[in-house]
């Protein structure tokens, strides 16, 4: 059973940088999608990033630019480098784990494995 521990949250302020670091425990080689997602009080979840295995990435229209998904496969830790952060980035970000590769960044419903979440907060 897959376990994701999320960890790299806290407050910034606008146009500042976090990077949120995601601790896999139990990845198989089925596990071949991971993905970064957020939600903010009174919203939806809502997709962030996708990485495959071989490194494919994707990202939202929101984030695109500013924001880099990234995994380093010996460790099994998925990243997410948040640049020039805007207060409407303010949200939990959960990491999730799919059992099949990503062609997109996937509703939530398509990710089995989900961390508890960390929490972000960008002040104007």
């Known amino acids: 059973q897959v376990q994701l521990v999320e960890s790299g949250g806290g407050s910034v302020q606008a146009g500042g940088s976090l990077r949120l670091s995601c601790a896999a425990f139990?990845?198989?080689?089925?596990?071949?999608?991971m993905g970064w997602f957020r939600q903010a009080p009174g919203k939806e979840r809502e997709g962030v990033a996708a990485i495959n295995t071989d490194s494919t990435t994707f990202y939202a229209d929101s984030v695109k630019g500013r924001f880099t998904i990234s995994k380093d496969n010996a460790k099994d830790i998925l990243y997410l480098q948040m640049n020039s952060l805007k207060p409407e980035d303010t949200a939990m970000y959960y990491c999730?784990?799919?059992?099949?590769?990503?062609?997109?960044?996937?509703?939530?419903?398509?990710?089995?494995?989900w961390g508890q979440g960390t929490q972000v907060t960008v002040s104007s």
């Open positions: 999730a784990a799919a059992y099949s590769r990503c062609g997109r960044v996937r509703g939530p419903s398509e990710y089995p494995a």
């Open positions: 139990g990845l198989t080689y089925s596990t071949d999608c």
